[in-house]
């Protein structure tokens, strides 16, 4: 790996490129970071509804038929859903799910596969 790109911390992308101002930006999430900034922020927690820990780049399984708004049809329990995203708010898994496309989910109606 050339010494202008880097792995994205967000999404682990190995595509990272450098800005030029000491910060690098991943064209794949769009995440932007300098990484000689010291102050590591604490990684949020998000727990599966079995209690497992979530990590960005994991895949999971639907656990119940979930409702989307302005679909014919729910997502339906056992779909798998892979390369997840975690994201701030309340719907804190950011994923493309095939037949719906990209959405967020709830970690709480989903489990580590």
Not at 26 to 41: G, I, K, M, V, Y
Not at 47 to 73: R, Y
Request: contains cysteine.
């Amino acid at each position: 790996m050339s010494d202008s790109m880097k792995t994205c911390p967000q999404c682990n992308s190995p595509y990272a490129y450098s800005m030029g101002d000491d910060t690098y930006t991943c064209p794949e999430c769009d995440h932007n970071w300098n990484p000689s900034e010291s102050a590591q922020t604490k990684e949020m927690e998000v727990l599966d509804a079995n209690g497992n820990v979530l990590v960005s780049g994991d895949s999971v399984v639907v656990i119940k038929d979930l409702p989307v708004k302005g679909a014919p049809k729910p997502v339906k329990a056992g779909t798998k859903v892979k390369n997840i995203r975690l994201v701030e708010g309340d719907h804190n898994i950011s994923c493309k799910i095939d037949g719906f496309g990209a959405m967020g989910l709830k970690s709480e109606f989903v489990k580590k596969a």
